[in-house]
Antibody, heavy 122, light 110 residues
Framework: QVQLVQSGAEVKRPGASVKVSCKAS????????INWVRQAPGQGLEWMGW????????KYAQKFQGRVTMTIDTSTSTAYMELRSLKSDDTAVYHC???????????????WGQGTLVTVSS | QSALTQPASVSGSPGQSITISCTGT?????????VSWYQHHPGKAPKLVIF???NRPSEVSYRFSGSKSGSTASLTISGLQTEDEADYYC??????????FGGGTHLTVL
């Protein structure tokens, strides 16, 4: 079955970086976009960006431009999201989510990773 | 870009119907038929319940339906059940090639 499995929880100091992984299985990785979405405590879902599983092209939300980098490793069907210069309000659960339609962005995310809690605290 | 506008909360009794609105602009909801809705129970991954404005994944109950008029999309849940109590989010593709979510609506089934 289609599955996205993310790396485990992280605790980071302010100013540090975090890199979250998302390993895909059960579908053709390079045919679909992967999105990253986060949810801070008590807040709603926030889209961070997408990356093409085909060629690694990316699009980031303006809020995260310059601070986020999304990459893929097609040999292991894994997507990565690195966030730098962490602040306390980056404390959130970070999800990867697979686009529903191949080679297209439709904002329909049909499969989600289980989430990775990133805690930023001094 | 600001989030799409959703009511913070709605409520209904078992068996009733409720509708959640999602208001955007011509640059997102009004410009494309790429609006989706998600059900989110705390501690679990969000679940896609409507895609492309009004289409339902095969595993989702027929009680869930979606529509759009102008720059406002709507999710209707009929025959409310206790397990429908959750947070609901809309999202949309935008003219910038990005995706934007709504602020979320908490559904209480009384």
């Amino acid at each position: 079955q289609v599955q996205l499995v993310q790396s485990g929880a992280e605790v980071k100091r302010p100013g540090a970086s975090v890199k979250v992984s998302c390993k895909a299985s059960g579908y053709t990785f390079n045919s679909y976009f992967i999105n990253w979405v986060r949810q801070a405590p008590g807040q709603g879902l926030e889209w961070m960006g997408w990356i093409s599983g085909y060629n690694g092209n990316t699009k980031y939300a303006q809020k995260f431009q310059g601070r986020v980098t999304m990459t893929i490793d097609t040999s292991t069907s894994t997507a990565y999201m690195e966030l730098r210069s962490l602040k306390s309000d980056d404390t959130a659960v970070y999800h990867c989510a697979k686009e529903r339609v191949s080679f297209t962005i439709t904002a329909g995310f049909d499969t989600w990773g289980q989430g990775t809690l990133v805690t930023v605290s001094s | 870009q600001s989030a799409l506008t959703q009511p913070a909360s709605v409520s209904g009794s078992p068996g009733q119907s409720i509708t959640i609105s999602c208001t955007g602009t011509p640059r997102d909801v009004g410009g494309y038929n790429y609006v989706s809705w998600y059900q989110h129970h705390p501690g679990k991954a969000p679940k896609l319940v409507i895609f492309d404005v009004s289409n339902r994944p095969s595993e989702v109950s027929y009680r869930f339906s979606g529509s759009k008029s102008g720059s406002t999309a709507s999710l209707t849940i009929s025959g409310l059940q206790t397990e429908d109590e959750a947070d609901y989010y809309c999202n949309s593709y935008t003219t910038s090639g990005t995706v934007i979510f709504g602020g979320g609506t908490h559904l209480t089934v009384l």
